[in-house]
């Protein structure tokens, strides 16, 4: 792992898989070399498509993401998959069942799919994988697509961070309506009615119109509703010309440009916040200090509030005996 950055993102912009694989893995460990990769890359970056397909578990996503990237690869595109792992202990098998699903895509040069599958990770799933598409985008994927699911918080958040988000609902949930509705609802760019082949298609597209009728959003954009079938690619290319609609969309108007500033600024906070918590506060916080301190909360000794002030109070202090030794 000698290797030095330059050369090793020389081979990333060249397409060298191997070079991308070992990249992808060390922004999702947090690799101080992942960090430089990202900053060396930076320039080479927002040139990617970013499409999140959210649904939820078995709704036919990996099917449908198949079916998608071999449309995009038909138009010359290089495509990115990226399917984030759905926590769950009822889905544990899906990353091998995303495997085996998207077998036609394997051996493709032009595909690159990556499983990430680690919860809890330091800093958040949301922005581990938003630095992983950084580097599908700086390795030229013009095209990118996540898989998530779409109810927990930190899925919402994944799907904020594509440009496009499509919601995929099948027939007979219409209780899922009501779960989706505080979140990803709000934030699809288009509906896709999927396992359309089954019965009550029509029903879930007339309650999720009857559910876009009440509210027109900000940009004036109206999320269209398609159904596919995607085991048998049926819908497909409609749903590619669909998404190619909301991209012109965006770019003749400001939307794009405006979700990617929204975008921006909360990366950066988010930034902001880990590496102070990573730089300044977590080496206060190591020996079991922090179980000592958990103690004094369950007894009611102390109070979290004086606590964090006297953690921060530590940092600073030390961050300035630090000073003092270097001048
Ligand atoms: N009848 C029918 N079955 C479908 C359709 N699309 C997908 N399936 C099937 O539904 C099952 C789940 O498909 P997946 O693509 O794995 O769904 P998923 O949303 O990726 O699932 P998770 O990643 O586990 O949440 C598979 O057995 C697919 O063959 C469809 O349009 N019609
Ligand atoms: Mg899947």
Known sequence: MAEKIPEWAEKIVAGDRRALARAISAVENREPAGRELLKRLFPRMGQADVIGITGSPGAGKSTLVEKLASEYRRQGARVGIVAVDPTSPFSGGAI???????????????????????????????????????????????????????????????????????????????????????????????????????????????????????????????????QTVATTGQGIAALGEALAKFRAFGESGAVKQARRREHWRARLLELLRQTLFEQVVAPRLRD??????????????????????????????EGRGAKDALS
């Open 288 to 317: 079991g200090s922090l179980d000592r301190r958990v103690d004094d909360l369950l007894a009611h000794r102390r109070d979290p509030f004086s606590v964090v002030e006297e953690i921060i109070a530590e940092s600073a202090q």
């Open 96 to 226: 091998l069942g995303d495997r085996i699903r998207m077998q036609s895509l394997a051996g493709d040069e032009g595909v690159y799919i990556r499983s990430m599958a680690t919860r809890g990770q330091l800093g958040g799933l949301a922005p581990a994988t938003h630095d992983v598409v950084s580097i599908l985008d700086a390795a030229g994927c013009s095209v990118v697509l996540i898989e998530t699911v779409g109810v927990g918080q930190d899925e919402v958040e994944i799907a904020r961070l594509a440009d496009t988000t499509v919601l995929l609902l099948v027939p007979g949930m219409g209780d899922d309506i009501q779960t989706f509705k505080a979140g990803v609802m709000e934030i699809a760019d288009l509906f896709v009615i999927n396992k359309a082949d089954r019965p009550g298609a029509d029903r879930v597209e007339q309650e999720v119109a009857a559910m876009l009728s009440l509210a027109t959003r900000p940009d004036g954009w109206r999320p269209p509703i398609l």
